[in-house]
């Protein structure tokens, strides 16, 4: 699907300006076990290897103790997303 040129789908690339993301967790159960921190660290390793210029994250405000743990890897809040339902 993904050839060895073309970025990762949960990556920005440095040619193109967006693609879609897709959501991760960990199962609660499983959380604290460093599963989460080695599957972010794949990604960034991947998108470094495939030329991305970051990796981007989306999170639901509530999620506190998401963000911090995103923030403990070197991620920075960056916006504000907003959502219509319909």
């Known amino acids: 699907m993904h050839g ?21 967790r960990t199962v609660d159960d499983l959380r604290g076990r460093g599963i989460g921190r080695a599957l972010i660290s794949s990604i960034v390793t991947t ?9 981007q994250l989306t999170s639901n405000r509530r999620r506190e103790r998401a963000h911090v743990f995103y923030e403990r890897l070197g991620f920075t809040a960056s916006h504000l997303g907003f959502t219509l339902e319909l």
């Open 47 to 55: 998108a470094r290897d495939r030329g991305c210029a970051r990796v």
């Open 4 to 24: 060895d040129r073309e970025p990762p789908p949960w990556a920005v690339p440095r040619r193109r300006a967006d693609l879609p993301d897709r959501g991760v």
